[in-house]
């Protein structure tokens, strides 16, 4: 396996690989296919238009962007300049992407133009136009420069053509030398992922972590060169970035990034891409199997599928295995403050094994199983998963008190969720102690959900759990309390309202599509919400 001493860094690693693979297609986007030479020299040119506009080691600088050949490049140019990467959520809105951009101090944005019909360029000047700092966003007094992936972009900020034509004066070799100034131990990226408080927290990540995990992830998924690998998962989640680019530029496969996941588009891209390698979402290859135009579809070249983020059925592995013929399927288990993989299974476990359990820890790490008293507790015994090894995080950014309260003092990290190890190390992840739930292969935090429905002028009060749901795996169910009516006399509050409401102020997934009204919620002595108890309402 080749790891991190090899390549030092992401940097490094695009640069060997554009070497090594050379003229083998590294990326296809529509009529755009480049090789992995051509894809070294676009990401130098994005390093240089970084350093062109004062970009320095260590800065942060966000990409709030879907999957594109303009994500891989602006992200890998960024890292090149010795920037840490802070990848914003397509999903969110103009508020919440402002949230991280605040809290990462990030120095430059990289953002999509118009997707799905919402211009995000708008949504942002929303949310943080005001306010009493300088820049293109007053109230995000931190960020010196905005440049949209688009051919047009709004007075203040850049267009990426524009952007890029500022580093041409640039040298070479002061593009390499910044690259090569980047070390293993230096923080790579900077994930945002919502914790019990309902506020993101970053967890860092290392150069030298990203790259060690991620040579791991491809051996032990068998990802080979000449792979043609169609990433379906976001690029501003681990999955997507990690197991998807990073992965690829490690062995030589080709890209083949889709921005929105729609069955249609898949089966096409499989079809005529020959795609062969196909992580994600359970949903994802249901709806596959499910499609009634798929035997239309040539889908022979795919041999290789990894999935997890949610139970996994057994019938949608035999069926992945008997009605595809997929030589591959694998479950595995991770979460951002462990540089997105704890366990994985191995090729040649069974049927059973992969779809009860996400495998084993990867190598060089340890998972134990404890109780709530922290003693470890034999195999068949529910209890919070801990784990230790290279993959855990830094540390949140900038939060010592948030880090200290899921790093023990001997290097354990806590990971909330509540779990099953066998006798054979095989782990069952069977309930979260933070009350998460995934929605079609997306967290959702219910305290940060319920701290945005508790704006609504008429909710006095609110819980959130997840119920399950036949497409999306888990859905939001909202208890809410109401206040008195303050409009027109004999009208309340009704749940299509909440979720009309809902949907302008908040990320899709996180919006609940049921709302159970109640006269109030139930709670123990402490004051806390007895969830079980709604959870046992159904």
């Not at 013929?325 to 991770?334: D, E, M, N, P, W």
């Not at 940060?448 to 749901?469: F, M, N, R, S, T």
């Amino acid at each position: 396996m080749r790891g991190d001493r090899e390549w030092g860094s992401v940097p490094g690693l695009v640069r060997a690989a554009a070497e090594r693979y050379g003229g083998r297609e590294a990326v296809v986007e529509g009529r755009t296919r480049l090789s992995y030479r051509d894809l070294g020299a676009r990401v130098d040119r994005a390093t240089a238009a970084c350093v062109a506009s004062g970009v320095e080691p260590g800065d942060r600088v966000a990409v709030w962007a879907p999957n594109t050949l303009d994500w891989i490049v602006s992200a890998l140019g960024a890292v090149g300049a010795g920037a840490v990467l802070v990848p914003l959520n397509t999903r969110f809105k103009g508020a919440e992407a402002a949230y991280v951009l605040a809290r990462s101090r990030a120095r430059l944005l990289f953002v999509t133009g118009t997707f799905l019909g919402t211009s995000y360029v708008a949504s942002l000047r929303r949310a943080a136009g005001d306010g009493r700092g300088h820049g293109p966003l007053p109230g995000l007094p931190d960020l010196q420069e905005v440049v949209v992936l688009a051919d047009d972009a709004p007075e203040d900020f850049r267009t990426w053509k524009d952007f890029l034509a500022g580093g041409d004066a640039v040298p070479e070799e002061r593009v390499r030398a910044r690259a090569a100034a980047v070390r293993g131990d230096d923080p790579s990226d900077i994930i945002y992922t919502s914790g019990t408080t309902g506020r993101p927290k970053g967890a860092v990540i290392t150069h030298a972590q990203t790259l060690r995990c991620y040579a791991v992830w491809s051996d032990l998924a068998g990802l080979r060169e000449g792979d043609r690998y169609l990433i379906v998962n976001p690029f501003f989640h681990t999955f997507g970035y990690k197991a998807g680019i990073v992965a690829c530029l490690m062995r030589g496969a080709t890209m083949i990034p889709q921005p929105v996941f729609n069955v249609d588009t898949v089966l096409a891209n499989i079809a005529a891409e020959h795609v062969s390698v196909l992580p994600g979402p359970p949903t994802l290859h249901q709806s596959l199997l499910d499609h009634p135009a798929r035997d239309s579809h040539d889908l022979s070249a795919l041999r290789l599928v990894v999935t997890g983020a949610a139970v996994v059925p057994l019938r949608l592995v035999e069926r992945l295995r008997a009605e595809l013929r997929i030589a591959t399927v694998l479950t595995a288990y991770g979460l951002s403050e462990a540089s997105g993989i704890v366990t994985m299974c191995r090729r040649g476990d069974p049927a059973e094994v992969i779809a009860a359990t996400s495998g084993r820890a990867i190598p060089d790490t340890e998972v134990k199983v404890v109780s709530a008293a922290g003693a470890d507790l034999p195999p068949g015994s529910p209890g919070e998963i801990l784990v230790r090894g290279h993959h855990v995080m830094r540390g949140y950014h900038e939060d010592p008190a948030g880090t200290a309260q899921v790093i023990t003092a001997d290097g354990w990290l806590r990971t909330g969720d509540v779990g099953v190890l066998d006798g054979a190390g095989n782990l069952r992840v069977t309930d979260r102690i933070k009350d998460m739930y995934i929605v079609g292969g997306f967290n959702a935090y219910p305290a940060e959900i319920e701290q945005l429905i508790g704006l609504h002028p008429e909710v006095a009060d609110v819980a959130v759990i997840g119920v399950p749901d036949a497409r999306l795996g888990e859905v939001g169910k909202a208890y809410v309390v109401r206040r008195a009516p303050t409009g027109p006399a004999g009208t309340a509050l009704t749940a299509d309202d909440l979720i009309a409401w809902a949907r302008r102020e908040m990320a899709n997934y996180k919006v609940p599509r049921q709302v159970e009204f109640v006269a109030e919620l139930p709670r123990n002595a402490s004051g806390k919400v007895v969830k079980g108890e709604l959870r046992g309402r159904g």
